[in-house]
Antibody, heavy 117, light 107 residues
Framework: QVQLVESGGGVVQPGGSLTLSCSVS????????MHWVRQAPGKGLEWVAY????????YYADSVGGRFTISRDNSKSTLYLQMNSLRSEDTAVYYC??????????WGQGTLVTVSS | SYVVTQSPSVSVAPGQTARITCGGD??????VFWDQQKPGQAPVLVVY???DRPSGIPERFSASSSGNTATLTISRVEAGDEADYYC??????????FGGGTKLTVL
């Protein structure tokens, strides 16, 4: 059974940094592309970033490009999202998700990031 | 960038059929994924691609697309189907896009 467990969320001041982790079990992580998706309070889903199975390609939403970095350590079955220069509008639940074909097939439970002074 | 639009809400009586649409330029040529999200929970994929369902998803959930519209159909709607539904599409390049979500209310 696939399990995706996010961690690292919390409260951070504007301009600060935070790194999220996603521990993956039940699958061989190296076989799958992975995504980060976020959801601001009371709002819809917003795709954030994607990384190919071997880490060779990475893509970002325009809203986070240049500030966020997605990475992975397949040997540790872990996905990461390094977030810098955080803004209030980055406040959201962040989900890690496994790719399925051209879409998203399986979601974690999410971790809340709050950017506030 | 590619844009997809959904109606904000749909209401249906139990036992009836709900149809939730997702509009986008030539979306019929793309692989559309549909997620269900209940309050306080993570999204769950219910239908994807050419009307495929992950294991555990009832056959009552089906999807189709043509032209500029993709449709999620929920037959014999139950109270437990009440949720937000999102369509997701890959633009074919480097961007994944979600619709704004449709709130399904079971009357």
């Amino acid at each position: 059974q696939v399990q995706l467990v996010e961690s690292g969320g919390g409260v951070v001041q504007p301009g600060g940094s935070l790194t999220l982790s996603c521990s993956v079990s039940g699958i061989t992580l190296s076989r799958y592309g992975m995504h980060w998706v976020r959801q601001a309070p009371g709002k819809g889903l917003e795709w954030v970033a994607y990384i190919k199975s071997d880490g060779s390609n990475k893509y970002y939403a325009d809203s986070v490009g240049g500030r966020f970095t997605i990475s992975r350590d397949n040997s540790k079955s872990t996905l990461y999202l390094q977030m810098n220069s955080l803004r209030s509008e980055d406040t959201a639940v962040y989900y890690c998700a496994r790719a399925h074909g051209t879409g998203i097939g399986h979601w974690g439970q999410g971790t809340l990031v709050t950017v506030s002074s | 960038s590619y844009v997809v639009t959904q109606s904000p809400s749909v209401s249906v009586a139990p036992g009836q059929t709900a149809r939730i649409t997702c509009g986008g330029d030539n979306i019929g040529s793309k692989s559309v994924f549909w997620d269900q999200q209940k309050p306080g929970q993570a999204p769950v994929l219910v239908v994807y691609g050419d009307n495929d369902r992950p294991s555990g998803i009832p056959e009552r959930f089906s999807a189709s697309s043509s032209g500029n519209t993709a449709t999620l159909t929920i037959s014999r709607v139950e109270a437990g189907d009440e949720a937000d539904y999102y369509c997701q599409v890959w633009d074919g390049s480097s961007d994944w896009v979600f619709g704004g979500g449709t709130k399904l209310t079971v009357l």
